[in-house]
């Protein structure tokens, strides 16, 4: 993408995002809110006014809901061949490809990430995630199991699997489209019905996948899209009939999700937040590292969750490895995600900016040292940038270790013992993910054994596809997305016995 191409695919795309409402999808119409409300997106690179959005909230989720519940039994669905559904899925990856530069430069527009980073990732991420699951629906199936009966009856018993039902999908701001289909993508290769809730700030690509999955061929109301606020996405934990809730976002509305809901004992996946250490060896290849360790914590500005946030490095490379990453920092081109050669976009609101400066005041009162960033480019007067930021000298006990800030700040602390690395590698309420970098192969296993989170990379980090399991130990959630354990969270087990004696 040239620059004169990506602002003006941004200029044509806000004309049309002007002259045409966001509505809800329901029941395979667009609909405005019962309300009649709506509620703005912004660009945040800039502040401007992009869109007015649907302000859904109740009584939508309500005909959202009944809508989805109907599509269920609706033959169209419930008994399209598993060849078919499949068929459907890849439809709407070729049609995420066929659109891939505007969905990439809307997500640049909405999210303020660099349009290079949006295509390559979120929009790539999203084709990948349809295609893979496109190969589920005529592969996913139960088993014969040789049960031994006391009575000694021949037995037959074999297991079949059953979509779960209608599937609330809650996702965050940080990765809107492919978070999005993360949760879609699955749930229609299983047969579920879902009901999309995208994040009030980023709310523009997933109704673009609205848009494209009627246009696969999606029958209506088997994709459904609730724009609006948390009490939007409350609403879908509290209905009776969902069946299943899947959320991405915070541990603090994550614990509020299990406790909500409860009402129908509703089936729950959650993937939270993370504290990810970065555990560099003596004898690690310090310049790939270093490039990597930037990256992992700088990279979408630092709000992800997986972020590298805490740098755990042998004190004999300490010295080494930190100018490298305050290197690869300082080359980081900050700016509006148009241009083609930015890396680094704005933080997504006023208040996560906020945030990340509460926690650089913290961090310094504490008595970590900052070493780079810390503020505001002084070049970017508006829009919501953040530098990237580096502590050192940080301590186990400061907040900057163990709360997940979710910007562009890394804390970096120095080991000698390896017991004790791992132990304070492990000392989070989080377990999301981690990174080993050493060529000692005996350590990289057995700290990857030892670490307590649901991912770990050795010399590498950020790696994700569709095809691995992803979620966390503790307080990073529960379940698995990608892979097979993603159809386990959309579909039932039912285990037939049939009496042949
Ligand atoms: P939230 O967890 O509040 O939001 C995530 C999604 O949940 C949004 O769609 C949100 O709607 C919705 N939601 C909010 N409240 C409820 C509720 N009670 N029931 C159901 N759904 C609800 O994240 P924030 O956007 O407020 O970000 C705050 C912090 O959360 C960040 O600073 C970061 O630390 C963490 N976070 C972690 C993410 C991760 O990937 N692990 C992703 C995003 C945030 P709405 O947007 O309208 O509020």
Redesign the pocket.
């Known amino acids: 993408m040239t620059t004169t191409t990506s602002i003006e695919r941004a200029e044509h795309l806000k004309a049309a995002l002007k002259a045409q409402p966001q509505r809800l999808l329901i029941g395979g119409a667009w609909v405005e809110a019962v309300s009649g409300r709506t509620f703005e997106t912004i660009n945040p690179a800039t502040g401007e006014v992009l869109a007015h959005i649907a302000h859904g909230a109740t009584a939508d989720v309500d005909l959202a809901v009944r809508a989805a519940r109907k599509a269920l039994s609706d033959p169209a669905w419930s008994r399209m061949s598993a060849v078919d559904r499949s068929r459907v899925l890849l439809r709407l990856a070729d049609l995420v490809e066929r659109d891939a530069e505007n969905l990439a430069v809307l997500e640049c527009l909405d999210n303020g990430k660099p349009a290079t980073l949006t295509r390559a990732v979120e929009v790539e991420g999203t084709i990948r995630t349809f295609r893979y699951f496109a190969g589920w629906p005529t592969k996913f199936g139960g088993e014969t199991l040789p049960v031994s009966p006391r009575s000694g009856a021949q037995i037959l018993n074999y297991t079949t699997r059953e979509p779960v039902g209608v599937a609330g999908l809650?996702?965050?701001?940080?990765y809107p489209l492919s978070m999005a289909a993360w949760k879609v993508a699955p749930a229609l290769a299983a047969g579920c019905t879902v009901i999309l809730?995208?994040?009030?700030?980023t709310p523009l690509t997933a109704l673009r996948l609205g848009e494209l999955a009627l246009e696969a061929g999606v029958p209506p109301g088997v994709f459904n899209i609730i724009t609006?606020?948390?009490d939007a996405?409350?609403a879908?934990?509290e209905h009776d009939g969902v069946d299943k809730v899947a959320?991405?976002?915070?541990t603090a509305?994550g614990k509020?999700?299990v406790r909500?809901s409860s009402g129908n004992l509703k089936k729950v996946s959650l993937?939270?937040?993370?504290k990810s250490p970065q555990i560099v060896f003596p004898d690690a290849d310090v310049k790939v590292a270093a490039a990597s360790i930037a990256q992992g914590i700088f990279f979408n500005q630092g709000q992800t969750?997986t972020a590298g946030s805490r740098l755990y490095v042998h004190k004999s490379r300490a010295d080494e490895l930190l100018d490298a990453i305050a290197g690869a920092a300082a080359r980081l081109k900050i700016g509006d995600g148009l241009q083609p050669d930015v890396d680094f976009g704005p933080l997504i609101s006023q208040e996560?900016w906020d945030?990340v400066n509460h926690y650089v005041e913290v961090g310094s009162a504490e008595g970590a040292t900052l070493a780079a960033g810390g503020q505001r480019p002084a070049n970017l007067a508006n829009g919501f940038f953040f530098e990237p930021t580096i502590f050192v000298n940080a301590a186990p006990t400061m907040r900057i270790v163990r709360e997940?800030i979710?910007g562009p700040v890394l804390a970096a602390l120095t080991w000698s013992d390896q017991d004790e690395l791992v132990a304070q590698a492990n000392d989070s309420e989080y377990g999301l993910s981690a990174g080993i970098w050493t060529n000692d192969i005996k350590a990289a296993h057995r700290t990857a054994a030892a670490i307590k989170a649901g991912t770990v990379w050795v010399n590498c980090f950020n790696m994700i596809d569709p095809a691995s399991p992803f979620g966390g130990f503790r307080q990073s959630g529960w379940g698995r997305e990608h892979g097979r354990q993603a159809m386990e969270l959309y579909s039932e087990t039912k285990s037939v016995w049939v009496n042949l004696s």
């Open positions: 809650i996702v965050p701001w940080n809730k995208p994040a009030e700030q609006g606020f948390g996405g409350a879908l934990v959320f991405t976002g915070s509305v509020a999700i909500a993937e939270l937040g993370g969750c996560q945030r997940e979710f």
